[in-house]
């Protein structure tokens, strides 16, 4: 089994910055990509960043110049540095990772979610 839990989400103004954390753990082997979704009140959950494991990344038009994604391989953890915040980046972030598990399968999994809310 592999867990994802997510953390850092809270309440900032415009303008504002955070950094949202997410780590993976259990029978863990290998972690390919990594990456960073969010959902909006009534809206389809939107993909806002992906890191592979060779450190390549990829943003959503709307955060680009604004979010860095990051990954600590020795910790299965993937960051994301969220600057310049705006009130239309309120929604909740869930991390999703595909992972080699110890029994020889990709898994592909998606943590709890964090509310991030930015206040005009």
């Known amino acids: 089994q592999v867990q994802v839990v997510e953390s850092g989400g809270g309440l900032v103004q415009a303008g504002g910055s955070l950094r949202l954390s997410c780590a993976a753990s259990?029978?863990?082997?290998?972690?390919?990509?990594m990456a960073w979704y969010r959902q909006a009140p009534g809206k389809q959950r939107d993909l806002v960043a992906t890191?592979?494991?060779?450190?390549?990344?990829n943003y959503a038009d709307s955060v680009k110049g604004r979010f860095t994604i990051s990954r600590d391989n020795a910790k299965n953890t993937v960051y994301l540095q969220m600057n310049s915040l705006k009130p239309e980046d309120t929604a909740v972030y869930y991390c999703?990772?595909?992972?080699?598990?110890?029994?020889?399968?990709?898994?592909?999994?998606w943590g709890q979610g964090t509310q991030v809310t930015v206040s005009s």
């Open positions: 259990g029978s863990i082997v290998s972690i390919n990509f």
């Open positions: 999703n990772t595909e992972v080699f598990s110890g029994s020889y399968q990709w898994i592909r999994s």
């Open positions: 890191i592979t494991s060779g450190g390549s990344t």
